[in-house]
């Protein structure tokens, strides 16, 4: 970030146009999750990083926020910049009254260039948003990063911000993807500033992002028809759980799959066949061997699947030449014995939760990241290891963490949407990395929809909530414009 704002200064930028650009992205982003303009209580401090609250909050004044603005420092101690955003805020005061009754808070007390530990009055000012946060359910936007983390490696004094939401500036800084940071940091959203080119093209990490993942989705042609979106067969269910595999395949369906077909054991046959959405075509299992001769673009293999038949399930992920979604049981019967993974004869997506991944891949005292590179380097396969913060691996490729999502997916099923998602856009000609990204961005994203814009909560949040909104969702990505 520093390298990038000395080649744009260089080029004649100024650091107010940088601040104005990062001022728009800020306000675009609180709108984006709260829609109805309601209280914002807007903390700054006397660096640009406070200027940069400051301009937001003068842009949210015009679009309807009742502003309440909290210096921590005296205003002639701000610096030239946040001096000159304040005085344009005080001369355009809207009498606009809030049609929203959400209480939210910016963080603007310090930027990039302060590391822990805090000190006064900054620490008062930040036991003061933890405050509202847990007191008056304010969700709190923190500008660039909390105030009080550590932007090189995520250390965070006692008393840092708790954000709900971090708006970071350009680029994601590197102590934001840190395991410890997490729940401090919250929602990771990125403000790219046109004037701010990346001085290195060639980063080992990166943050998906609406605009990075836009171009995966091309607009379908007007002949297009169904052979051409894939075909996508689904290796699920068992008795007692018959729910995951009829996710999995709304999953598929809502991700734009041209055919669907459900192979189940015969025993749950009548019982998924007559609770399957219409679309899905239900099949009996006879063979497993059988199932290789079937015409299948892509296969998901996994949700609700059990433990029985484990090598004929372990024989079929080695030999199957189409690319593979696993998943769920899946991945408990793949732990069992690794090597099939090894000598499988197409692409396989693996798709394991932390405890899946354990099991999968013993590893202790390492970060999710190094996890996720040592699997990758030792395997051919692609990695989505799920969590608060997503992550995607596969050897050569950068790591790719997925910032969208929330509490409210921390529930059975949610992962059976995803399977049946990406496999729908390997379907459709994406590669096993990019589909994961890919899909992980949707159904993060369709979660946030669902609460942010559908009224549901954290707590009520359901699978189905996902495959309700991801239309929106795509939608919000540029799919449909």
Not at 2 to 26: K, V
Not at 220 to 236: D, E
Not at 319 to 333: K, S, Y
Request: aromatic share 6%; glycine share 10%; proline share 6%.
């Amino acid at each position: 970030m520093r390298a990038a704002e000395e080649a744009a200064f260089a080029r004649g930028i100024t650091a107010e146009a940088l601040m104005d650009e990062a001022a728009a992205g800020i306000a675009q982003t609180v709108a984006r999750f709260f829609p109805q303009p309601g209280r914002c209580v807007v903390w700054a401090g006397k660096g640009n990083n406070g200027g940069d609250a400051l301009a937001a909050a003068a842009i949210l004044q015009t679009r309807g926020w009742e502003i309440e603005l909290r210096l921590a420092f005296p205003e002639e101690e701000l610096g030239a910049l946040p001096r000159k955003k304040l005085s344009v805020f005080h001369s355009g005061r809207s009498n606009t009254v809030p049609r929203g009754s959400t209480t939210v808070v910016l963080d603007g007390l310090l930027g990039l260039g302060a590391n822990p530990p805090l000190r006064e009055p900054i620490r008062s000012a930040c036991r003061e948003i933890n405050r509202l946060r847990c007191e008056e359910n304010a969700y709190v936007f923190a500008i660039d990063l909390p105030s009080g983390l550590d932007g090189e490696n995520g250390a965070a004094d006692r008393d840092c911000v708790v954000a709900d939401f971090t708006i970071t500036i350009g680029f994601a800084k590197q102590g934001l993807l840190a395991d410890q940071a997490l729940d401090r940091v919250g929602r990771i959203e990125i403000v790219t500033l046109p004037d701010l080119a990346p001085p290195d093209e060639s980063a080992t990490a990166t943050v998906a992002s609406a605009e990075s993942l836009r171009p995966l989705l091309r607009r379908r042609p007007f002949g297009t028809y169904k052979n051409q979106c894939g075909r996508v067969g689904i290796l699920a269910g068992s008795k007692g759980f018959t729910g995951a595999s009829l996710l999995c395949s709304l999953g598929a369906l809502r991700a734009g799959a041209g055919l669907v077909e459900l192979f189940v054991p015969e025993v749950i046959y009548q019982i998924v066949a007559s609770a399957a959405p219409p679309e899905v075509m239900v099949k009996s299992i006879n063979s497993y061997h059988a199932l290789g001769e079937e015409s299948i673009d892509v296969w998901a293999v996994g949700p609700g699947l059990g433990s029985g038949h484990a090598e004929k399930i372990l024989e079929f992920i080695s030999t199957i030449t189409q690319p593979m979604v696993i998943d769920a049981d899946g991945l408990n019967i793949l732990a069992e014995q690794m090597p099939p993974l090894e000598n499988s004869r197409g692409p396989r997506l693996l798709t394991p939760h932390p405890g899946e991944m354990k099991r999968l891949f013993p590893r202790a005292g390492i970060s999710r990241a190094q996890h996720a590179r040592e699997f990758c380097a030792q395997y051919g396969a692609t990695l989505l290891l799920k969590g608060s913060r997503t992550v995607v691996a596969e050897r050569d490729q950068p790591l790719s963490y997925n910032p969208t999502g929330n509490p409210g997916m921390a529930t059975g099923g949610m992962g059976d949407v995803l399977t049946g998602v990406c496999a729908a856009l390997i379907a459709q000609r994406l590669l096993p990395y990019d589909a994961a990204r890919l899909g992980a961005w949707l159904c993060g994203r369709a979660a946030e929809i669902a609460i942010f814009v559908g009224g549901e909560t954290e707590q009520s949040l359901l699978p189905s909530d996902l495959l309700a909104h991801l239309g929106a969702a795509f939608r919000d990505l540029g799919d449909s414009r």
